[in-house]
């Protein structure tokens, strides 16, 4: 349970709605513990007209051996029905004075009928509220929640997300956070609801027995209680476990799904539709198997607790019946016994609720309590305007335990263009990470205009760097959305003057709506090269003073490659810019070129020195050629 607390706090921004329910609960919980039994108790006696036969009873003894005998020898063959008899000429003297003695009968057979719908309207309008407003507040908490764990997936380090499938991602954000939002509004309201109904179960037994103490004996049948305890536990115990292995299998599956709908090219190309299926279905089927193991679990405390409850209720019955209680005072009391047993089956539910949703948990938690890594500083500072002078001093780094930098020293001027080679895996897309923060060095720091990064605002860093990756990410919209990505307050004439700067103006006209047409999930409607064009387009409409270009140019074609080199040269003019260049054709525009090798820089000069004097520099260029 102690698990559960911090979560409660999502409550607090819907707590008058989550009240409003909760009170709604606790009428339906007193009409349903106390109202119940208590109208089946005086109602039906009036309707099945007893008490009227009693009285009739009674005049023929007076007639015969005279009142004081009559009502000696009535109450003690009918001491209990004399008692409701009493309550009876009551309600049908206060009839009889306000309506006439003729039409008492008649009212207070329409109240006592009356009474049972207007406690079940109480209890249903009651019951109603407390499921709408409950709802209503689990829903906003559930908003709360996956906003909480989206936005801190947003934080991870990307060094998190190695190794990890999306599609579980994805079921932990949605799946989890379901069961933890139902977990914390059910737990929340029927601990308040579920015992105020065994309260008002209770209240009546004791009123009951207070009056009738031959009825006292029901009370003690509440000892039976503690019994059910012993399964509820053991079968919660074993649902957590099972609930971990079917959420597990959840996450598992919906990575396939995610793997297959983002590959669906590479599946109908390589023939595996079958393995993938067979693949799906494999998984679907582990699910299923621990799903039937949590419904199991789940689902056998309840019928424990009633099989409990009538076997009690059943000895009641023995025993009331041998004790000589009329069914009609019997009723009642018996009603209230056996709602004393519903809270404690609802409560085994909520037992098990919470084993399920522990499992849940430990996946969210994974998420929400793993180290940020990269942060905001606690004071940041300022830059008032950015030149972009970039410097290294002694980084090092590593992604666990594999070196990817080792002792980078460098000072990138203001307006230069770098390009970083060497071999994959060499380090180059590693060093170029760290100028945007994606990462921090173990050791060393970098410096901005003499500024550590790491005492810059994140997105004040960011602000200032723009970034083209190789492979194009669109965003489902429309291409004007898209290129406006890079400056939000853009008018529509600054993204059409980048796009025409990306050689992107004419393509995009050449679309049904223009610049509203919809690119699709991943710009799915658009090729490799239009797609980088608009990623490029972003780039110029940005016009950050530090520009990271990862091979920006690899999904053109040669023409429109050629097309595009001197508008990249002059987006280049004036930025730092580091060229993460994988063929060497996009190299040529760089004032410097540097070298990595095993994590380190083992090459600087231009185009042209490199050529001359270094063999690793000159054995990349000749495998370019060939």
């Known amino acids: ?30 009409v349903s513990g106390f109202g119940m039994p208590l109208v089946v108790k005086t109602a039906f006696p009036i309707i099945f007209g007893k008490t009227e036969r009693i009285a009739e009873v009674q005049r023929t003894l007076n007639d015969s051996v005279g009142p004081e005998k009559a009502n000696e020898l009535l109450n003690g063959a009918f001491g209990e029905e004399m ?10 003297t206060f009839f009889s004075e306000s309506l006439g003695v003729e039409n008492a009968p008649r009212a207070v057979l329409i109240a006592a009928c009356a009474i049972i719908p207007l406690a079940a309207l109480l209890r249903g309008l ?114 957590m476990r099972k609930a971990a292995h079917m959420q597990r299998e959840s996450g598992d599956n919906s990575a396939v799904l995610a793997e297959t709908l983002g590959a669906t090219r590479e599946i109908r190309a390589f023939n595996l539709e079958e393995m993938m299926g067979q693949r799906f279905l494999q998984g679907i089927g582990r699910w299923t198997k621990f799903h039937l193991k949590v419904i199991k679990y789940r689902y056998l405390t309840p019928p424990i607790i009633e099989m409990v409850a009538a076997a009690v209720v059943a000895f009641a019955l023995g025993y009331g019946a041998s004790k000589g209680l009329s069914l009609e005072r019997f009723m009642g009391v018996v009603t209230a016994l056996y709602l004393c047993y519903d809270p404690m089956k609802k409560l085994g539910e909520i037992h098990n609720r919470m084993k399920q949703g522990e499992a849940s948990l430990d996946r969210l938690e994974t998420i929400l309590h793993a180290e940020e890594g990269v942060t905001d500083p606690p004071n940041p500072v300022t830059i008032d305007r950015v030149a972009g002078r970039v410097v290294f001093e002694n980084v090092n780094f590593a992604y666990g335990d594999n070196a990817a930098l080792n002792g980078i020293t460098l000072d990138v001027p203001a307006g230069q263009v770098i390009a970083l080679v060497g071999k994959s895996g060499a380090g180059k897309t590693t060093f170029a990470s760290m100028v945007p923060r994606f990462y921090d060095p173990v050791e060393g720091r970098i410096l901005l205009d003499g500024v550590d990064l790491r005492e810059l605002r994140l997105k004040d860093l960011r602000d200032h760097i723009t970034i083209v990756p190789q492979e194009a990410v669109l965003f489902s919209g429309t291409i004007l959305e898209n290129i406006k990505l890079g400056r939000m307050g853009a008018t529509e004439e600054e993204v059409k003057e980048a796009a025409r700067q990306a050689h992107a103006h004419d393509f995009i006209m050449a679309q049904p709506q223009g610049y509203d047409t919809q690119v699709g999930e991943r710009g799915a409607q658009l090729s490799g090269g239009q797609k980088q064009r608009i990623s490029i387009a972003r780039a110029f409409l940005k016009n950050a003073p530090v520009l990271i270009l990862d091979e920006a140019t690899s999904a053109l074609d040669s023409e429109a490659e050629a097309r595009i080199q001197e508008e990249l040269a002059d987006l280049t003019r004036g930025r730092t810019t580091f060229i993460i260049a994988h063929r060497f054709s996009t190299i040529r525009i760089a004032d410097r070129i540097l070298v990595f090798d095993g994590g380190k820089i083992v090459g600087d000069g231009t185009f042209q020195e490199l050529q001359e004097k270094h063999d690793l520099f000159r054995n990349l260029l000749e495998m370019q050629r060939h």
């Open 1 to 30: 349970m102690k698990r559960f607390y911090p979560y409660f706090a999502y409550l607090k921004g819907v707590k008058s709605t989550f009240i409003t329910g909760v009170i709604a609960g606790i009428v339906f919980a007193i």
């Open 126 to 239: 009651a019951g109603f509220l407390n499921v709408y407003f409950v709802t209503a507040a689990g829903l906003h908490v559930l908003r709360d929640i996956q906003q909480s764990v989206f936005v801190k997936l947003q934080r991870l380090p990307l060094g998190f997300f190695s190794g990890r499938k999306t599609g579980d991602l994805i079921s932990r954000v949605i799946t989890d956070s379901n069961m933890l939002q139902g977990v914390v509004t059910t737990i929340s309201n029927d601990l308040i609801k579920q015992p105020f109904t065994l309260i008002g179960a209770l209240a009546f037994l004791i009123t009951d027995s207070v009056e009738n103490s031959d009825s006292f004996f029901l009370i003690i049948c509440l000892l039976s209680i503690p019994i059910v305890v012993v399964p509820i536990r053991f079968l919660g115990k074993r649902l």
């Open 83 to 92: 008692a409701n008899l009493k309550k009876t000429e009551k309600v049908r």
